[in-house]
């Protein structure tokens, strides 16, 4: 539950990316963390304005010469600012929480479109999840992504998905090394089987040289 500062917070994030502060939860995750918060509200305020369109922005690109979102480095019209060099999008946090959408099949993605190699998120949620230490990411990130799973009500069942994701996972990369190194195998074996051909042909040659058909006619 949010105290009343924190619906705020909220509230004003959701305001600057154009979402529902009681659902959204981007803006609810960081309205536990006030500074990434008013960051990332000024962030996607200048977006906006650059773009025209409220959403959470990474990239702008700019239709005229101007500075950037601190005003430490003028761009050029046509070149791209990512948001998040100096400013905040949240766009880490956002995949741990896109993560727990696919697993859900949350706007149709269908849990088909769930896997476990993304990057470490799956192994930092669970090191997470069972307050054990990782060096998959900071310790801010990591605070973010506890308040993550509690906002999301993510559920042990839900977890234990994540972990047999992860093991699943580690068997197919596994299963895909055998098969390369058995079309390696196998390619290599083809190759030898061409050389031996090609020797003995060259042998046939020498024993028996090939007459052109201008030869047969002497």
Do not use: W
């Amino acid at each position: 539950m949010l105290n009343e500062e924190q619906k705020e917070l909220a509230k004003r994030c959701a305001e600057a990316i154009g979402a529902d502060s009681e659902t959204d939860v981007l803006c609810r995750v960081l309205a536990h963390f006030p500074t990434r918060a008013e960051l990332f509200i000024e962030t996607m305020q200048y977006a906006e304005k650059m773009t025209g369109k409220k959403a959470v922005h990474y990239i702008v690109v700019h239709k005229r010469d101007a500075y950037n979102a601190d005003n430490s480095k003028i761009y050029s019209a046509g070149e791209s600012e990512t948001l998040g060099v100096y400013g905040y999008t949240g766009e880490k946090i956002n995949k741990f929480i896109s993560l727990i959408d696919r697993l859900r099949g949350v706007g149709g993605l269908g849990i088909l479109d769930f896997s476990a190699d993304d990057h470490g998120e799956c192994d930092a949620i669970v090191a997470i999840f069972d307050n054990e230490e990782n060096n998959l990411c900071d310790d801010d990130l990591a605070s973010m992504i506890r308040i993550m799973l509690e906002v999301m009500a993510v559920t042990p069942e839900e977890i234990a998905l994540i972990r047999e994701a992860i093991e699943v996972n580690a068997v197919s990369k596994d299963l895909g090394r055998e098969s390369e190194e058995l079309r390696r195998q196998a390619q290599a074996k083809e190759d030898t089987a061409r050389n031996v051909r090609l020797e003995f042909a060259e042998r046939l040659n020498l024993i028996y040289p090939r007459r052109t058909e201008e030869s047969y006619k002497k």
